[in-house]
């Protein structure tokens, strides 16, 4: 694998994000780099000497969500190439269904599964830890939902699992602002399972993982299949459909004149500055 280093150490495999570079930001839905964290986790899924996988990333980030240089760019759009045509809705559907179904099949993993949280944690970043059966994460981690200012207003594959983790207003609150919490924060609304100091999150979370691999393996598998019957009750597993048919809808959001496009700023200025530019505007009014 190229951005994806698998290990394993006796009941515990890990899996660790390698491109430090970039923030391990990913391009969840239809990129290449993607694909090999969904195989790692495959590779975890059909080994039955696994009990627990760890999820990491390397570097000064866990995942900083979504590789934003290449968002819009999977659909077709924003090429700039003479005649381009608008990407049509069987295009957009497609590549975000299948994104969503890689999301879905973390979700119901049958493997415990733990993300361990430093540094940024945003985004596609922060969805896709909410999908671990746990998550331990450094009191001064970085946790928050920036993209939504690209327009999602509170919508999107995070919105119910959001709000039945930390409840309906503070649900929002993360996802109408945008703006980041601490990991010790994040743990005193149960956005995650446990804060630790940074310098003993490697030590806490193998211990955790140690801990869970006392079960036995029949027994986590019907743990498993006991909570796949809880989350379907709850509106959960099919909230995925909801999540890839929203997410497709933002894909078309028409930008007025006096508001902010990030697609367009990101043509005309480049990523990292469009990127300053959508929050910049926010100086003052978030915290």
């Given at each position: 694998?190229?951005?994806?280093i ?8 890990t899996?660790t ?12 839905f239809?990129?290449d780099d993607?694909?090999?964290i ?8 059909e080994?039955?000497d696994?009990k ?8 000064r980030a866990?995942?900083?969500g979504h590789?934003?240089?290449?968002v ?13 045509r608008?990407?049509s809705?069987r ?6 269904r299948?994104g ?10 049958p ?15 922060l969805?896709?830890?909410?999908l ?10 970085t946790?928050?939902?920036?993209e ?5 207003a509170?919508s ?14 503070r649900?929002?609150?993360?996802l109408l ?5 601490t990991g ?5 609304m149960?956005?995650v ?12 979370t ?8 006392l079960?036995p ?6 743990g ?7 989350y ?9 459909t909801?999540?890839y048919?929203s997410?497709?809808?933002?894909t ?6 006096d508001e902010?496009?990030?697609?367009r ?10 990127l300053?530019g959508r929050?910049?505007r ?6």
């Amino acid at each position: 694998m190229r951005y994806v280093i698998y290990e394993k150490q006796g009941s515990v495999a890990t899996v660790t994000m390698n491109r430090p570079e970039n923030l391990n930001a990913f391009c969840f839905f239809g990129g290449d780099d993607a694909a090999e964290i969904w195989s790692a986790f495959d590779l975890a899924a059909e080994d039955d000497d696994v009990k627990v996988v760890i999820w990491k990333g390397v570097g000064r980030a866990f995942c900083v969500g979504h590789d934003m240089t290449r968002v819009g760019f999977v659909y077709g759009m924003g090429t700039g190439k003479a005649g381009e045509r608008r990407p049509s809705q069987r295009i957009r559907l497609q590549i975000d269904r299948r994104g969503t179904d890689d999301s879905r099949r973390l979700f119901l993993h049958p493997k415990l599964t733990i993300a361990q949280v430093h540094g940024y944690c945003l985004g596609g970043g922060l969805w896709a830890a909410l999908l671990c059966d746990a998550i331990v994460a450094a009191e001064d981690a970085t946790l928050g939902f920036p993209e939504q200012r690209l327009g999602f207003a509170g919508s999107g594959a995070e919105l119910t699992h959001l709000v039945l983790t930390v409840g309906m207003k503070r649900a929002l609150d993360l996802l109408l602002t945008g703006r980041t919490i601490t990991g010790r924060e994040a743990a005193g609304m149960g956005l995650v399972s446990r804060a630790v100091p940074a310098a003993a999150l490697e030590e806490e979370t193998r211990k955790l993982a140690a801990a869970l691999t006392l079960l036995p393996r029949d027994g986590i598998a019907i743990g498993k299949a006991t909570r796949h019957l809880i989350y379907d009750r709850l509106g959960l597993t099919g909230d995925f459909t909801t999540a890839y048919i929203s997410h497709t809808l933002f894909t078309n959001v028409r930008w007025e004149a006096d508001e902010y496009n990030f697609f367009r700023e990101r043509r005309n200025r480049g990523t990292r500055e469009a990127l300053h530019g959508r929050d910049d505007r926010y100086q003052g009014l978030m915290q």
